[in-house]
């Protein structure tokens, strides 16, 4: 069994520009064990998908505890390297956001994504010097357990369409480098789907740049040829599987048909790939 620093060692590498890490995020453990015999050679998980498959709205509904508890499963059932959305530290000082990281560690996992998004308003994000501290506590939490956490500094400039159109790229340039600085090794900018932003976030962030992907973006073939570093699906997996299941019962319950449900994974296939 490899220790939790080698699965953090290979998190690391896994960051290559022109190589990306692409990351399909799994929500339970039989969603991670799928995307893991796919080829994935790390495991994500998506906040929005656990607290939906938990019962509850994604953005902060969920509390510590509930949150870590299936990313605890989900470490435990895979092999390759994991690391977990936890939304923005699911804290509300610095203190917190080190403790959520010491028992993310303990779960398992060994990296981590925390936005800067203010969860009490949703046209505003943290201020700079406020995520910092968090990034900061978040980096010597993870350096007392003697594990190099990935720490991967998600900015939501464009995704919360947050002040100035055109001094969006220069703030999300400016936070980059400070939260770089306060301890973060990548940078997360969802929102951004076009080749010229994607290509001057690449080109302005001294460090490895994560772009959420989906229908509309460019392929990752694309993405590598940008320089991306990391790519993530976020929760567009859950959502599909969630659409599924609306489609198919839909059909069933209007026209008594159940064409929605071929081909799926077949109960056979889901119960070996989880024994």
Request: glycine share 10%; aromatic share 4%; charged share 20%.
């Amino acid at each position: 069994m490899t220790t939790a620093q080698q699965r953090a060692a290979h998190l690391r590498a896994l960051h290559r520009p022109g190589t990306p890490l692409v990351l399909p995020n799994a929500w339970d453990v039989a969603s991670a064990r799928l995307v893991e015999e796919c080829g994935a050679a790390a495991v994500a998980t998506t906040s929005a998908g656990i607290a939906w498959a938990l019962g509850v709205a994604d953005g902060g509904a969920l509390d510590r505890s509930r949150a870590l508890t299936p990313l605890a499963r989900i470490a435990a059932a895979v092999t390759v390297p994991v690391t977990a959305d936890i939304e923005d530290g699911y804290a509300a000082d610095p203190a917190g956001v080190a403790r959520t990281v010491t028992e993310v560690l303990a779960a398992g996992a060994v990296g981590i994504n925390i936005e800067d998004a203010d969860p009490d308003d949703p046209t505003r994000l943290r201020p700079t010097t406020e995520q910092c501290a968090r990034i900061a506590a978040a980096r010597q939490a993870a350096e007392a357990a003697g594990v190099a956490l990935f720490i991967n500094a998600r900015i939501d400039t464009y995704l919360r369409a947050v002040g100035d159109p055109a001094q969006r790229l220069a703030e999300t340039l400016r936070r980059a480098e400070a939260f770089l600085a306060a301890g973060a090794d990548g940078v997360f900018v969802p929102g951004v789907v076009d080749v010229a932003g994607i290509a001057a976030l690449v080109s302005g962030v001294d460090g490895p740049v994560n772009v959420l992907a989906g229908p509309g973006a460019p392929t990752v073939t694309t993405l590598a040829e940008l320089g991306v570093a990391r790519v993530s699906l976020g929760s567009s997996l859950a959502e599909a599987a969630y659409g599924l299941v609306r489609r198919a019962a839909t059909e069933a319950l209007t026209g008594g048909t159940y064409t929605a449900l071929t081909p799926t994974t077949s109960y056979g296939e889901l119960n070996a790939l989880l024994r």
